[in-house]
């Protein structure tokens, strides 16, 4: 069992920059492959970025595609959302997730954070 509290949400302008955390407790972190959802209102939960095991490996939504970075540090058991050029539409609830086999679907993730509030606004 691995918990997992996301930090780093808030308020920023068009063109800004956040970075989020999600910490995880509980389990042994190198063995989950972890993700970052994000959910506005009225919108489904979106896939933003996917990391591996090792962090060998990442994916990226075409949406945030050269504006996100997904890493991670497995010896601080946390994983991290670097987010630049932020848009209105990045205007969200983000959450991470961690899954212990191949992640194909978003069911795959067997534990989900909290989420932590990304405002993008003028």
């Known amino acids: 069992q691995v918990q997992l509290v996301e930090s780093g949400g808030g308020l920023v302008q068009p063109g800004g920059s956040l970075r989020l955390s999600c910490a995880a407790s509980?389990?042994?972190?190198?063995?989950?492959?972890m993700g970052w959802f994000r959910q506005a209102p009225g919108k489904e939960r979106e896939c933003v970025a996917g990391?591996?095991?090792?962090?060998?490996?990442?994916s990226y939504a075409d949406s945030v595609q050269g504006r996100f970075t997904i890493s991670r540090d497995n010896a601080k058991n946390t994983v991290y959302l670097q987010m630049n050029s932020l848009k209105p539409e990045d205007t969200a609830v983000y959450c991470c997730?961690?899954?212990?086999?191949?992640?194909?679907?978003?069911?795959?993730?067997?534990?989900w954070g909290q989420g932590t509030q990304v405002t993008v606004s003028s």
């Open positions: 990391i591996s095991r090792s962090g060998g490996s990442t």
């Open positions: 997730a961690a899954s212990r086999v191949l992640v194909v679907f978003t069911r795959d993730y067997a534990y």
């Open positions: 509980g389990g042994t972190f190198s063995i989950y492959t």
